[in-house]
């Protein structure tokens, strides 16, 4: 079965710190890496997304991830974070082909606090 | 362009009375999953529609059921509510793509709460 691990439930920031949040994940195959955020009162959006090749990928507002698979990690980073990036974020996974690409498995989420 | 859509917003319910909740796929979509999100979670995943028919099944009992409407809709329907339903419902929409991976686009959800 699949499963995700956030590590962090809960990071504080000043604004202009860089920011890194991990994520690993467990699954028997080869893997698509999400991760979404939920600003608050927003719905879950995508941020970005890994399926194939270079590993470092780059999302929207300034974020990138990169995908470490000998650490089954896919952590999520930001060189200075602004208050705007307040929100709860989350990483999911799912099988790159077959019936295990059909669901997505979400970790706990990761709730960023950024202080002005 | 429209986004995922879910009605209702908010619903208020009793136990062991049943609920219908309501998505309408981004537009050019024809694949529908629903996801439940408890608080203080991440989502869980229920079911998938494709083809107006159940695709994949997460750890969910027989009280949640689906269906999917020709014109790719979807409705999800919860049997004889428990306290422990709930949560926030969560549809998404995405493009099946036979030789490309699905992304999935997710709705602001439905928030029940049983009494």
């Known amino acids: 079965a699949q499963s995700v691990s956030q590590h962090n439930h809960h990071v504080i920031l000043s604004e202009a710190a860089s920011l890194e949040l991990g994520c690993n994940y467990s699954y028997g195959g080869t893997v698509n890496l999400f991760w979404y955020v939920q600003y608050p009162g927003q719905h879950l959006q995508l941020l970005l997304k890994y399926f194939s090749g270079d590993p470092l990928v780059k999302g929207i507002k300034g974020f990138e991830a990169e995908f470490i698979k000998s650490k089954f990690s896919f952590n999520l980073r930001k060189p200075s974070v602004q208050w705007s990036d307040t929100a709860e974020y989350f990483c999911?996974?799912?099988?790159?082909?077959?019936?295990?690409?059909?669901?997505?498995?979400f970790g706990k989420g990761t709730k960023l606090s950024v202080i002005p | 362009d429209a986004g995922v859509t879910q009605s209702p917003t908010h619903l208020i319910k009793t136990r062991g009375q049943q609920v219908t909740l309501r998505c309408s796929p981004k537009?050019?979509?024809?694949?529908v999953s629903w996801y439940q999100q408890a608080l203080g979670q991440g989502p869980q995943f229920i079911f998938q529609?494709?083809?107006?028919?159940?695709?994949q099944r997460g750890n969910f009992p027989d009280r949640f059921s689906g269906h999917q409407f020709p014109n790719y809709s979807s409705e999800l329907n919860v049997n004889a509510l428990l306290l422990g339903d709930s949560a926030l419902y969560l549809c998404?929409?995405?493009?099946?793509?036979?030789?490309?991976?699905?992304?999935?686009?997710f709705g602001p959800g439905t928030r029940l709460l049983v009494l």
């Open positions: 537009s050019g979509h024809d694949t």
């Open positions: 999911a996974v799912n099988g790159a082909s077959g019936a295990g690409s059909y669901q997505l498995t």
């Open positions: 529609y494709y083809e107006e028919e159940e695709r």
């Open positions: 998404a929409s995405s493009l099946l793509k036979r030789t490309a991976r699905e992304t999935q686009y």
